[in-house]
């Protein structure tokens, strides 16, 4: 039986123009996909509706289109599918693998304070736990009263839940084995946002059949993560290719606020697509 064509995506979010390092990581997932006859697909990701703006999402759509890169389909834009992300945090609720955290950041400061030096994972400190322990009658009672909430993920009761370790393949180097515990309990849906990154990317990937990610090496501890919340909810395992990231001449990575490296400051200086393509490197 011959292999499936590959689905790639590129999946920006839209807080400022689209600079060099995304060409870079568009371009790789885009010549991943057309090398092989396969799908790319766009998507932004905008559930944080206080940092992303509309005109940012039309300025990548015609940035992307300037270089010379088309995609299948309509572009998801992740901001109209929020009733979609709160049917995967009711189904891991169901399963009692969610709990409400009503701590704000100064609380987890100060428990840190009190037990002692707080370990950092990927996405920051790790949090200590402290609404774990609360009963259902104190949650309940606590958002009677309209204090804010986030939803966090019981890692540890979700690791529970699985048979064996999770791993990922990486492309060319193979099986990585994955560590979500890192994280600690990861927020899956914010006080002021209901979703995050974690919980949008992974069931975004899901439905629309992605099987190679392409995104940078500062996204690859985030994958043992993408994988616990793939095997909870029964999803299929991409392919991940985690790809260098792109330095400015003093080896910082690029960021949208350095604005001569944003493609249509090049544009404007008088560069062509065959050239930006070329600054924006191989894989
Ligand atoms: N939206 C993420 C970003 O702009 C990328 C997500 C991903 O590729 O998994 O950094």
Redesign the pocket.
């Known amino acids: 039986m011959a292999a499936s064509p590959v689905t790639t995506r590129f999946?920006?979010?839209p807080t400022g123009f689209l600079h060099l390092g995304h060409a870079h990581s568009a371009l790789i997932a885009w010549r991943a996909a057309r090398g092989e006859g396969g799908r790319f697909l766009l998507r932004i990701?905008d559930i944080d509706r206080t940092r992303c703006r509309p005109e940012f999402t039309a300025a990548i759509e015609e940035d992307l289109r300037w270089l010379g890169l088309d995609w299948d389909g309509p572009v998801r834009v992740q901001s109209g599918h929020f009733a979609e992300y709160r049917g995967v945090l009711d189904a891991l609720a169901g399963r009692g693998l969610l709990y409400p955290c009503f701590c704000t950041r100064a609380d987890i400061a100060r428990e840190w304070a009190a037990i002692g030096q707080a370990p950092h994972g990927p996405d920051g400190p790790i949090y200590p736990g402290t609404c774990r322990q609360l009963s259902p009658a104190e949650r309940a009672s606590r958002i009677a009263a309209g204090q804010p909430y986030a939803l966090r993920l019981d890692v540890a009761a979700s690791l529970a839940t699985l048979g064996a370790p999770l791993d990922f393949e990486e492309v060319g180097e193979g099986r990585v084995r994955c560590d979500p515990a890192r994280f600690g309990d990861v927020v899956l849906a914010r006080k002021e946002v209901p979703a995050s990154?974690h919980l949008c990317?992974t069931h975004d990937d899901a439905l629309q059949g992605v099987t190679l990610?392409t995104?940078g090496e500062d996204?690859r501890p985030a994958t043992d993560l993408h994988r616990l919340l793939q095997a909870l909810m029964g999803w299929p395992a991409p392919r991940y290719r985690h790809h260098r990231l792109l330095t400015g001449p003093d080896g910082k990575r690029l960021a949208k606020r350095d604005g001569a490296v944003a493609l249509r400051a090049l544009r404007e200086a008088g560069r062509t697509p065959e050239e930006v393509c070329a600054l924006a490197g191989e894989g």
Do not use: G, I
Request: without cysteine; charged residues 20%; hydrophobic residues 45%.
């Open positions: 999946a920006p979010s990701e990154y990317v990610v995104r996204l």
